[in-house]
C-alpha cells in the first residue's frame, strides 16, 4: 500500500466532460480552414495548455492560420459553450469523499485562469474544495513537464511522492509522473499504452477507483457488489439484431439496442461497463402492467471480440422458453455499476464471469435504492 495524503487532479477530460465539446469545435474550426480533423489530432492537444495544442494542430494538419488564430478561432466558439459541460461520472462522489476525509485537495490544469472561471459553473460548490489550484497560466512550461504538478505539491506544502495524481491525458500523466507523483490515469485515449509507467495505476473510469490503495479512507457507498448510479439511466428502444453470437456462442442470449437511437438518455459519458438493471418489454397487454425482469448487461466494445462498435446488450434474467423478441420495445432502468468491460483469456472464462455477474445483480436488485426502482412509471410503457 502507498502513502499518500493528498491528491491532485487534473481537471478537462477527468473531472469535467470537455473534451467532445472540444472535439466538435475544433473539427468545424478547421473543417473552415479546409483540413480535417481526426481522433490522432484530438490526441495531439490533450492535456496541453490551449495555445501548445493549437500549436501542435497547426503544425500537424499545415493550417493556413497561426496558431494564436486557431486559439482565437476556438476559444470565440468554446466560450460561448462551456455551460454545456458536465461532470464526469465518479467526480463529484470522489471529491465529497476525499474532502470529507479532509484529505487536502488541488487542481493542476492546463486551462487559464480566465477560462477556468468560466468553466467552474459546471463543478459549482465542488470548486471550494481545492486548496491549490495551479492553472496555465501558473507554470512557465505547461504539462507533459512537471511544473503544474511540483507546484500544486508546493501549493499544498507536501511532497510529490506523498501525493496521488488523476489525469486523463498522456502529457498530464508524464507532467506527475516527472514531479515524482503517485498517478492514477484514467484514460481518455483509446490507446492505453501511452499511459504506462513506474508508479502509475491505470483505471476504466473513477468510478472503479478504490483509496486505500494509496492510503486514503475507502468509498462505502458499493451495495451488494454494485455501485448505484446517482441518476439511473431510463433507457427504450426495440430490440435489434447483433452479432448473432450471444446465444449460439456464450449460450447467454442478449437483447440488443441499438445505441444510435438512445441518443441522450445514453449519458455520452456513460462509463463502459457492466450494469444491473430493470427491465419490461412490449406495449401493455390488456391493460395490465408488464412484467419487469431482472437484467444485467453490459455497454461497451466488447474487448473479448475484438468489438469496434459499441453495443447495449441487457441479458433478462429470465427462461423465455426459445421465444425471442426482436423488434418488441424494451424497457430498462440501468440502475447499478459493476465493474469494467475485461478481456478474458478464453470464452469459458467470459461465460463464468457473466454467470458471476448475473448471481451480483440478482442479489443487489432485492435491496435499496434498487428494489424500489421495479416499480418505476418508465418500466410501464
Ligand atoms: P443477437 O446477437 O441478435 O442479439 P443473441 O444470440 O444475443 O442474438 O440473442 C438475443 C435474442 O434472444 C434477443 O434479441 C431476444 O429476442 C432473445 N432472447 C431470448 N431470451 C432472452 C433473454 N433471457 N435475454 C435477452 N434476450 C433473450
Ligand atoms: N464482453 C467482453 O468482451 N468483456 C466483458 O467483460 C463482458 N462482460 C459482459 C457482461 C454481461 C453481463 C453481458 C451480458 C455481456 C458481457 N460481454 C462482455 C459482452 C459479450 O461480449 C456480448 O454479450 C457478446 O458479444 C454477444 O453479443
Ligand atoms: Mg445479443
Known sequence: MEACT?????????????????????????????????????????????????????AALSLPVTAEALYALTDAELSLRWHEVELMPGAARLLR?????????????????????????GLGELFALFRCVVTGDD????????????????????????????????SGV??????????????????????????????????????????????????????????????????????????????????????????AALSHSAVTGIYAAWASLGPLVDGAPPRVYKAVMSIGWNPF????????????????????????ELRLVVCGYLRPEADFVSLEALVQQIHGDADVARAALEVQPYALLRGDPFLLG
Not at 27 to 54: D, F, I, K, N, S
Not at 98 to 121: D, G, N
Not at 139 to 166: F, M, N, T, W
Not at 227 to 254: D, Q
Request: glycine share 8%; charged share 20%.
Open 6 to 58: 493528498a491528491v491532485v487532479f487534473d481537471l478537462d477530460g477527468l473531472l469535467l466532460d470537455t473534451e467532445r465539446l472540444v472535439d466538435e469545435v475544433c473539427t468545424a474550426v478547421c473543417g473552415r480552414l479546409g483540413a480535417e480533423y481526426t481522433p490522432a489530432h484530438a490526441a495531439l492537444g490533450r492535456g496541453l495548455r490551449p495555445l501548445e495544442a493549437c500549436q501542435a494542430v497547426v
Open 97 to 121: 469523499h476525499l474532502a470529507a476525509a479532509r484529505v487536502p485537495l488541488a487542481l493542476a490544469t492546463s486551462t487559464p485562469r480566465s477560462v477556468l472561471e468560466v468553466k467552474m459553473a
Open 139 to 170: 507554470v512557465s512550461r505547461g504539462k507533459p513537464a512537471p511544473d503544474a504538478y511540483s507546484q500544486a505539491c508546493v501549493g499544498l506544502g507536501i511532497a510529490p511522492e506523498h501525493c496521488l495524481a488523476i489525469e486523463d491525458a498522456p
Open 174 to 263: 508524464t507532467s506527475a509522473r516527472t514531479a515524482g507523483c503517485f498517478v492514477l490515469a484514467v484514460p481518455s485515449l483509446l490507446d492505453r499504452s501511452a499511459y504506462v509507467g513506474e508508479r502509475t495505476t491505470v483505471l476504466s473510469s473513477l468510478l472503479d477507483i478504490k483509496p486505500e490503495v494509496w492510503g486514503f479512507p475507502p468509498l462505502c457507498d458499493w451495495v451488494e457488489r454494485t455501485l448505484p448510479l446517482c441518476t439511473p439511466m431510463r433507457l427504450k428502444g426495440a430490440v435489434v439484431r447483433g452479432f448473432g453470437r450471444g446465444s449460439r456462442v456464450l449460450g447467454i442470449p442478449t437483447a440488443n439496442l441499438d445505441v444510435n437511437t438512445l441518443g
Open 305 to 328: 471480440f475484438k468489438g469496434s462498435k459499441k453495443t447495449v446488450e441487457p441479458w433478462l434474467l429470465h427462461d423465455f422458453e426459445g421465444r425471442d423478441f426482436y423488434g418488441e
